[in-house]
């Protein structure tokens, strides 16, 4: 497969009005419907800060939740362009429909420099059905389409397949990172090649289980999926995320790993809870025998040492969806187990979703700043708090500028706090990725600087 994909530099964006398909699924709280991460807005930020920067007008959009067609107020996006508009510093129009004639208006009034979100994309039911009417709609409304939603790509919608028919289409900054990792990691893998696949859903992950089969030594599969390879065994899963028509498929694929030698690693314990909530109650039992009532939530410890274990020594890894509900912190041990061991092999060589690091230390303070000079400049900057007692409470993202572009010659001085960390050097605008597992309220730090 060529991975090698046009993106926003390699066109003129100035003066165009560009459809921006976002992935702005982000959690929420379910009684004040506050949004609680803002890691997948903030992912969005170097192609949007590049478009703008570049002149065009730009009119996001996204889906929110499965309102399967229905007008869920619940589900609106206005809280997401309040929020976009505090990271961006500056106004973000928002379309009270989608191709309706606010939106409409709206984005034949957007002029360059500007910014608008049209309303939640799955209100409209023809959005999952990738109806050819409204794909032209929405593409009528600009002049060029920029994919940057990797967590949608894989799903024949009239937002991410159906506009391209319509409309010139590019990658921006997230999907052609995502593009060039795994091209990296699957023409070529150096091995041991270990994949790490997660997420609520089989149906979402069949081609690449399948694909991953025939190129990876081990496949650790994790999330809500696991319940359904469980279920597929004969497994008691209580309540947890299953597929039924999935089934047959986990054998399957089950029986492809052993054919074709492959260790495929499951969860063998699970931490289940009575409600789908970072304060339900806990309890770590078999993943073959959750109680009635209970749901798989997240790896138990022993999966955790195994997965752990087995990503130790790899040399090629490639990581596609969480543990667990990594969005409960109660939840996300898993996800925090996995990160750590990649982490740690990529320090001893592997070639991961990030590159080599450069070098590493660890900090610990009384709340006062803490300036750590690196010694270059850093693409990508890991930033865990009390890693090794695991101790972790918040995070963090950091955005160094357009991703491909380095303004500066002397830009290598970052600011620790026990509240965060800043770029302190005015020059400093290189590229940059977002730091994972930050404790925003804690002193004790340890960091990982990647070239």
Same mark, same amino acid.
């Given at each position: 497969m060529n991975y090698n994909k046009k993106t926003v530099q390699d066109v003129d964006v100035k003066g165009k009005k560009v459809l921006l398909r976002c992935d702005f699924n982000v959690p929420q709280d379910k009684e004040t419907g506050a949004i609680t991460s803002d890691k997948r807005i903030v992912a969005a930020l170097p192609t949007i800060k590049y478009l703008l920067d570049n002149g065009a007008a730009v009119i996001a959009c996204s889906h929110l939740g499965k309102p399967k067609g229905e007008w869920k107020m619940k589900l609106t996006l206005a809280p997401v362009a309040e929020r976009l508009s505090q990271l961006l510093g500056r106004e973000v129009i928002f379309a009270k429909d989608i191709v309706g004639e606010d939106a409409k208006a709206k984005a034949a009034a957007l002029q360059s420099g500007q910014i608008m979100l049209l309303e939640n994309l799955r209100f409209d039911i023809?959005?999952?059905?990738?109806?050819?009417g409204f794909a032209k709609e929405l593409a009528d409304m600009a002049e060029l389409y920029v994919s940057d939603a990797f967590g949608t790509v894989h799903r024949a919608h009239a937002s991410?397949?159906?506009?391209a028919a319509y409309l010139p289409a590019v990658s921006g900054f997230l999907v052609a990172r995502e593009l060039s990792v795994m091209g990296k990691a699957?023409?070529?893998p150096k091995r041991p090649f270990v994949a790490v696949l997660g997420g609520?859903?089989?149906?979402d992950k069949i081609a690449v289980i399948n694909n991953l089969l025939d190129k990876a030594d081990t496949i650790i599969i994790g999330g809500g999926m696991a319940y359904t390879f469980a279920k597929a065994q004969g497994g008691s899963i209580g309540k947890s995320l299953c597929e039924p028509d999935k089934l047959d498929y986990a054998l399957e694929m089950i029986e492809k790993a052993k054919k074709n030698g492959v260790k495929l690693l499951l969860p063998t314990d699970t931490v289940a809870a009575d409600d789908f909530s970072n304060d339900a109650k806990r309890q770590v039992v078999s993943t073959m025998a959750i109680p009635d009532g209970w749901e798989g939530m997240d790896a138990g410890p022993a999966s955790r040492k195994a997965f752990a274990a087995a990503i130790e020594g790899a040399k090629t890894i490639l990581w596609n969806g969480p543990a667990g509900v990594f969005e409960f912190d109660k939840f996300a041990e898993g996800s925090r187990a996995i990160a750590e061991a990649i982490a740690k092999a990529t320090a001893e060589g592997a070639y991961s979703s990030k590159n080599k690091p450069y070098t590493a230390g660890s900090y610990t303070g009384n709340g006062s700043t803490k300036t750590i000079t690196l010694g270059f400049k850093p693409s990508f900057l890991i930033i865990a708090? +009390?890693?090794d007692s695991g101790r972790y409470t918040g995070s963090h993202s950091l955005w160094m500028g357009?991703? +491909?572009q380095i303004v500066g010659d002397i830009a290598n001085v970052l600011s620790i706090t026990n509240t965060g960390f800043s770029v302190t050097d005015s020059k400093y605008n290189s590229s940059g990725w977002p730091a994972l597992w930050l404790n925003t309220s804690g002193n004790a730090y340890s960091y990982i600087a990647f070239r």
């Amino acid at each position: 497969m060529n991975y090698n994909k046009k993106t926003v530099q390699d066109v003129d964006v100035k003066g165009k009005k560009v459809l921006l398909r976002c992935d702005f699924n982000v959690p929420q709280d379910k009684e004040t419907g506050a949004i609680t991460s803002d890691k997948r807005i903030v992912a969005a930020l170097p192609t949007i800060k590049y478009l703008l920067d570049n002149g065009a007008a730009v009119i996001a959009c996204s889906h929110l939740g499965k309102p399967k067609g229905e007008w869920k107020m619940k589900l609106t996006l206005a809280p997401v362009a309040e929020r976009l508009s505090q990271l961006l510093g500056r106004e973000v129009i928002f379309a009270k429909d989608i191709v309706g004639e606010d939106a409409k208006a709206k984005a034949a009034a957007l002029q360059s420099g500007q910014i608008m979100l049209l309303e939640n994309l799955r209100f409209d039911i023809r959005e999952e059905k990738n109806d050819p009417g409204f794909a032209k709609e929405l593409a009528d409304m600009a002049e060029l389409y920029v994919s940057d939603a990797f967590g949608t790509v894989h799903r024949a919608h009239a937002s991410t397949v159906g506009v391209a028919a319509y409309l010139p289409a590019v990658s921006g900054f997230l999907v052609a990172r995502e593009l060039s990792v795994m091209g990296k990691a699957l023409d070529d893998p150096k091995r041991p090649f270990v994949a790490v696949l997660g997420g609520a859903k089989v149906s979402d992950k069949i081609a690449v289980i399948n694909n991953l089969l025939d190129k990876a030594d081990t496949i650790i599969i994790g999330g809500g999926m696991a319940y359904t390879f469980a279920k597929a065994q004969g497994g008691s899963i209580g309540k947890s995320l299953c597929e039924p028509d999935k089934l047959d498929y986990a054998l399957e694929m089950i029986e492809k790993a052993k054919k074709n030698g492959v260790k495929l690693l499951l969860p063998t314990d699970t931490v289940a809870a009575d409600d789908f909530s970072n304060d339900a109650k806990r309890q770590v039992v078999s993943t073959m025998a959750i109680p009635d009532g209970w749901e798989g939530m997240d790896a138990g410890p022993a999966s955790r040492k195994a997965f752990a274990a087995a990503i130790e020594g790899a040399k090629t890894i490639l990581w596609n969806g969480p543990a667990g509900v990594f969005e409960f912190d109660k939840f996300a041990e898993g996800s925090r187990a996995i990160a750590e061991a990649i982490a740690k092999a990529t320090a001893e060589g592997a070639y991961s979703s990030k590159n080599k690091p450069y070098t590493a230390g660890s900090y610990t303070g009384n709340g006062s700043t803490k300036t750590i000079t690196l010694g270059f400049k850093p693409s990508f900057l890991i930033i865990a708090d +009390g890693i090794d007692s695991g101790r972790y409470t918040g995070s963090h993202s950091l955005w160094m500028g357009t991703p +491909g572009q380095i303004v500066g010659d002397i830009a290598n001085v970052l600011s620790i706090t026990n509240t965060g960390f800043s770029v302190t050097d005015s020059k400093y605008n290189s590229s940059g990725w977002p730091a994972l597992w930050l404790n925003t309220s804690g002193n004790a730090y340890s960091y990982i600087a990647f070239r």
